[in-house]
């Protein structure tokens, strides 16, 4: 099997300090516009120096993973949110949520990726990888009793609309030419960890086998829209990235069978950089026709992993699932927020370059 991109990434790069501070103090949007170009353009010729051959923006535009989607859609109200009272650091109160809520029927005003893909288009060095998030991530954060069920009736109502939004807009980068689009997942980790199995028949009034099933189905929708000739579709699925942060574990046992058959994707991107995964038994029940993507790697710490474990955990993983089907990258992005993960961009890019090494050496 011919496996393109055995040095994987998820996307999102560390903003540099600068940037941050001058969205901070509210620079104009033509400066604030320039220095995004200026710090792109360094990050995909930093990308090309290290050997990918696949290349993103780093969402440096983004305030976070799924901003492109509120700010492209109306009916978000980003003065209110929903406090979440779980949280995995236990070190921290109760945080907010970072996309608004729904109040109004919503619209789609232009394309999610409209301030980004034209300039990679341009500036690309090669193969262009775009990130948009699951549709399944907004009813469990954005969807507010006594406020949204006044347009939509429950939580699956909003999902269904945001579906045919991010259709249309997946469609698109595929018949513009993108060679790979992630989708990006953190809501299927629910379904392995007990608290929050719990959570959503508390908070969401649904039984988690049957939105499990929702969730995959409404995913397939927006995957099946990208359907072209030579672009490759993908999920990542996330256990909580913010600030080095999480917020769910377990072994992909519980739903591999189900997930992993049922996904219509080309690669997997799967979380593997600590205990919190599980073993890679679960690997075995992948077919064999799909990638399977190692984020070995962690972006949640600084220190470097020693490039000797690493070839050691993927001949593990081959025990599972064929070695000429799999390929790696970091665990997750650097920013899933514009904060930032706790590391240093030196340290990032140190990563990076291991992630480009450990494929060369293993897989020639």
Request: charged content about 30%; some cysteine; aromatic content about 8%.
């Given at each position: 099997?011919?496996?393109?991109?055995?040095?994987d990434h998820i996307g999102s790069l560390l903003r540099p300090a600068?940037?941050?501070?001058?969205?901070?103090?509210?620079?104009?949007?033509?400066?604030?516009?320039?220095?995004?170009?200026?710090?792109?353009?360094?990050?995909?010729?930093?990308?090309?120096?290290?050997?990918?051959?696949?290349?993103?923006?780093?969402?440096?535009?983004?305030?976070?993973?799924?901003?492109?989607?509120?700010?492209?859609?109306?009916?978000?109200?980003?003065?209110?949110?929903?406090?979440?009272?779980?949280?995995?650091?236990?070190?921290?109160?109760?945080?907010?949520?970072?996309?608004?809520?729904?109040?109004?029927?919503?619209?789609?005003?232009?394309?999610?990726?409209?301030?980004?893909?034209?300039?990679?288009?341009?500036?690309?060095?090669?193969?262009?990888?775009?990130m948009l998030p699951s549709a399944t991530q907004f009813p469990a954060?954005?969807?507010?009793?006594?406020?949204?069920?006044?347009?939509?009736?429950?939580?699956?109502?909003?999902?269904?609309?945001?579906?045919?939004?991010?259709?249309?807009?997946?469609?698109?980068?595929?018949?513009?030419?993108?060679?790979?689009?992630?989708?990006?997942?953190?809501?299927?980790?629910?379904?392995?960890?007990?608290?929050?199995?719990?959570?959503?028949?508390?908070?969401?009034?649904?039984?988690?086998?049957?939105?499990?099933?929702?969730?995959?189905?409404?995913?397939?929708?927006?995957?099946?829209?990208?359907?072209?000739?030579?672009?490759?579709?993908?999920?990542?699925?996330?256990?909580?990235?913010?600030?080095?942060?999480w917020y769910a574990e377990g072994s992909y046992d519980a739903i591999?069978?189900?997930?992993?058959?049922?996904?219509?994707?080309?690669?997997?991107?799967?979380?593997?950089?600590?205990?919190?995964?599980?073993?890679?038994?679960?690997?075995?029940?992948?077919?064999?026709?799909?990638?399977?993507?190692?984020?070995?790697?962690?972006?949640?710490?600084?220190?470097?992993?020693?490039?000797?474990?690493?070839?050691?955990?993927?001949?593990?993983?081959?025990?599972?699932?064929?070695?000429?089907?799999?390929?790696?990258?970091?665990?997750?992005?650097?920013?899933?927020?514009?904060?930032?993960?706790?590391?240093?961009?030196?340290?990032?890019?140190?990563?990076?370059?291991?992630?480009?090494?450990?494929?060369?050496?293993?897989?020639?």
């Amino acid at each position: 099997m011919h496996v393109q991109y055995r040095a994987d990434h998820i996307g999102s790069l560390l903003r540099p300090a600068d940037l941050l501070a001058a969205r901070a103090k509210g620079t104009n949007s033509g400066r604030l516009r320039f220095m995004e170009d200026q710090y792109i353009l360094k990050a995909l010729a930093r990308q090309k120096e290290l050997g990918f051959q696949i290349f993103s923006d780093g969402e440096l535009r983004r305030r976070n993973f799924m901003s492109e989607l509120t700010d492209a859609v109306d009916g978000f109200d980003m003065e209110d949110s929903i406090a979440r009272d779980w949280d995995a650091a236990r070190e921290k109160p109760a945080v907010a949520s970072v996309t608004g809520i729904v109040n109004r029927k919503l619209k789609r005003m232009h394309p999610l990726t409209e301030r980004e893909l034209p300039f990679l288009k341009l500036h690309s060095p090669g193969d262009i990888k775009v990130m948009l998030p699951s549709a399944t991530q907004f009813p469990a954060i954005a969807f507010k009793r006594g406020v949204t069920d006044k347009v939509y009736r429950d939580h699956s109502a909003l999902l269904w609309d945001i579906v045919e939004i991010m259709r249309q807009d997946v469609a698109q980068l595929a018949a513009d030419g993108v060679k790979y689009i992630q989708v990006d997942a953190p809501r299927y980790s629910y379904y392995l960890d007990p608290k929050w199995r719990s959570w959503i028949k508390q908070e969401m009034n649904q039984d988690p086998e049957e939105a499990l099933d929702e969730a995959i189905a409404a995913d397939n929708a927006c995957l099946d829209a990208a359907r072209r000739e030579g672009a490759i579709v993908a999920i990542h699925l996330c256990r909580g990235n913010n600030r080095s942060h999480w917020y769910a574990e377990g072994s992909y046992d519980a739903i591999a069978e189900k997930l992993f058959n049922s996904l219509r994707v080309d690669r997997f991107l799967l979380e593997y950089d600590d205990e919190r995964a599980g073993t890679f038994e679960p690997l075995r029940l992948v077919p064999k026709d799909k990638v399977v993507v190692l984020g070995l790697i962690t972006t949640k710490k600084p220190q470097l992993e020693k490039s000797e474990d690493v070839v050691r955990r993927i001949k593990e993983a081959a025990k599972f699932f064929p070695l000429e089907n799999m390929a790696i990258s970091p665990q997750c992005g650097f920013a899933s927020t514009a904060e930032g993960n706790l590391l240093s961009e030196d340290e990032q890019w140190a990563k990076l370059k291991l992630v480009v090494n450990t494929a060369r050496r293993v897989w020639h």
